[in-house]
């Protein structure tokens, strides 16, 4: 059963920074982009960032351009987060997906495999 089960989330002040975790079982996607996305109750899904299979490439959306961090280790089959200068509107819902080849894309369709989420909440 293939699984990704992220963690990391929880409450935390404005200017603060955290570090989320994905962790996958059941298969390797070391050859598969990956990504982050979050999404509030009531909203579409949006994406945040995402990593080329190897690593060698990113891209983040404009509202974290410069603040997140994504990366991964392909020998452990994980993938990470790093959120740094946390901002009230950062607050969401924030979950790991793998997608179905090995260059990312900002479409949430592109992705076959999806985490249950982990809560960021920022308080201002």
């Known amino acids: 059963q293939v699984q990704l089960v992220e963690s990391g989330g929880r409450l935390v002040q404005a200017g603060c920074s955290l570090r989320l975790s994905c962790a996958a079982s059941?298969?390797?996607?070391?050859?598969?982009?990956m990504g982050w996305f979050r999404q509030a109750p009531g909203k579409e899904r949006e994406f945040v960032a995402g990593?080329?299979?190897?690593?060698?490439?990113?891209y983040y959306a404009d509202s974290v351009k410069g603040r997140f961090t994504i990366s991964r280790d392909n020998t452990k089959n994980k993938l990470y987060m790093q959120m740094n200068s946390l901002k009230s509107e950062d607050t969401d819902a924030y979950s790991c997906?793998?997608?179905?080849?090995?260059?990312?894309?900002?479409?949430?369709?592109?992705?076959?495999?999806w985490g249950q989420g982990t809560q960021v909440t920022v308080s201002s």
């Open positions: 997906s793998a997608a179905g080849t090995a260059n990312y894309d900002t479409a949430p369709r592109s992705y076959n495999y």
């Open positions: 059941g298969r390797s996607f070391s050859y598969n982009a």
């Open positions: 990593i080329y299979w190897s690593g060698v490439s990113t």
